[in-house]
């Protein structure tokens, strides 16, 4: 279990983590979302005592990361695949932090053959690709055994394989009672993988919540149904009290009612209904409702793409001279 208590980050005039009190538990994969910015990776590096607060505590199973003797034993962790030294090999990468932690040698091989690197033990990590060099970052996180593991991007650089492995990975390593905090910005892969889920925006708690809640909270919920016959499921339904709303290519969006009773009225008045499907938002579409006060950094696409009538490119806002040499490298 992790549990952070008034957690404060300071860097100056700037607050990256703002009095943030939540807890992870045993046994679900809690994932962790937030915006660029929003104070993600410094939360987890205070975990690990990495950095430390201005305010506030977090503690490891009752106890400060610094206080843990082996402390790999104790809590795995990815916050940077590419941590190595280049001229060591896999193997001596993952030999060293065993050695250093009372880890037995034979755990080594244990772990690489895990994460599917066995055939290049011995091999430099410099010529790794990246997703070879997660593979590794993963590997050393389970060397310890560990009962908590923290993954911060646990999927960057994998292949479509990998991200299933892993996906599967931390929810087996959770079904054993082990504690799974991951922090992702692929919602769609976050949606497949965690029961739970924390969220901050500009390093304060906006939501501490079951994945399941989170969307039905910050996003809307509705009924579409497609009949040959609109106008009279339409009054049908008004006949009813119910509001019905035409959204074109004959459909109709209904909020507030289960899709079985709109089955049941259009069946009672023997219309024909060529759709009838609950539609609930992703939860990419609920994250974005929910943290659009607190985004920092906004992109402009009007920007990329801007250009005059004759079709010379428009100086972004800000450029100054740097757009002239720009557009001189380019060509234009």
């Known amino acids: 279990m992790i549990e952070l208590d008034g957690l404060t980050k300071h860097y100056g005039d700037k607050v990256a983590v703002d009095r943030l009190t939540c807890t992870v538990r045993p046994g679900i994969v809690t994932g962790f979302l937030g915006p660029n910015g929003a104070g993600k990776s410094t939360t987890m590096r205070m975990m690990l005592d990495l950095d430390s607060p201005t305010e506030g505590t ?22 940077d695949a590419k941590a190595t030294h280049g001229g060591r090999s896999a193997y001596h990468h993952l030999l060293c932090l065993a050695q250093s ?79 799974i905090f991951v922090s992702s910005h692929l919602m769609s892969e976050m949606a497949l993988t965690a029961d739970h889920l924390i969220v901050i925006g500009q390093g304060r708690l906006m939501a501490d919540t079951s994945m399941a809640d989170f969307i039905a909270e910050n996003s809307r919920s509705y009924v579409r149904l497609r009949s040959p016959e609109q106008e009279k499921l339409r009054d049908l339904l008004g006949a009813e009290g119910i509001r019905a709303v035409a959204v074109g290519n004959g459909s109709l969006e209904v909020d507030g009612v289960p899709a079985a009773r709109l089955g049941e009225l259009a069946a009672r008045g023997r219309l024909v209904l060529h759709e009838l499907s609950p539609q609930q938002a992703s939860l990419e579409e609920a994250f974005m409702q929910l943290t659009a006060p607190s985004v920092e950094y906004h992109a402009h696409a009007d920007h990329q793409a801007a250009a005059r009538a004759d079709g ?21």
Do not use: C
């Open 58 to 79: 977090v503690r490891i199973d009752g106890r400060h990361y610094r206080q843990l003797r082996d402390p790999l034993t104790y809590v795995g962790a990815l916050l």
């Open 101 to 179: 932690n009372g880890i037995p040698r034979a755990r080594v091989a244990e772990v690489l053959d895990t994460v599917g690197l066995a055939s290049v033990a011995k091999k430099r990590t410099k010529g790794f690709s990246l997703g070879m060099g997660q593979r590794l970052g993963i590997a050393a996180a389970l060397l310890g055994d560990p009962q908590v593991l923290l993954f911060d991007e646990p999927v960057n650089g994998l292949d479509p394989e990998g991200i299933h492995w892993i996906r599967n990975l931390m929810k087996d390593l959770a079904a054993q009672g082990r504690t």
């Open 312 to 332: 010379t490119p428009v100086q972004p806002e800000g450029w100054g001279a740097g757009w002239q040499q720009h557009r001189q490298k380019k060509g234009s």
